[in-house]
């Protein structure tokens, strides 16, 4: 995943509605009228953070006779999901690494404090 799809997914993401929609297409697919429903807004206006979503590359949308489903790929999620978790290890590192410093020189302190 190229630095720009990254700033449009998490871009698309930043948006609590649009979080929520996906979360809800992890269940499976649903029409803009099913996803639309527990909301107070149009149906125009779930449509509009759809396409969003669709422009991030997270969700697509496929004919079914005379539905549209969207569709949620999951692989995209996948990708996101190693970006974070490759900087959280990368912190947990150096983090660890701190820690072991922290407490080596605590360590020292307390030997050179001993009669």
Wanted: hydrophobic share 40%; charged share 30%; glycine share 4%.
């Amino acid at each position: 995943m190229d630095d720009d799809s990254l700033s449009r997914a998490f871009a698309a993401l930043s948006d609590p509605t649009r979080r929520d929609l996906v979360s809800r297409l992890t269940l499976g697919d649903a029409t803009v009228g099913e996803l639309a429903a527990p909301y107070d807004m149009s149906l125009q206006a779930v449509s509009k953070h759809i396409t969003v979503l669709a422009a991030a590359g997270l969700v697509t949308r496929r004919r079914d006779a005379q539905r549209r489903p969207v569709h949620l790929d999951a692989e995209v999620l996948g990708e996101l999901t190693r970006w974070i978790d490759r900087h959280r290890l990368a912190a947990e590192a150096r983090m660890s690494r701190l820690d072991d410093i922290l407490h080596d020189s605590s360590s020292a302190d307390t030997t050179e404090r001993t009669p």
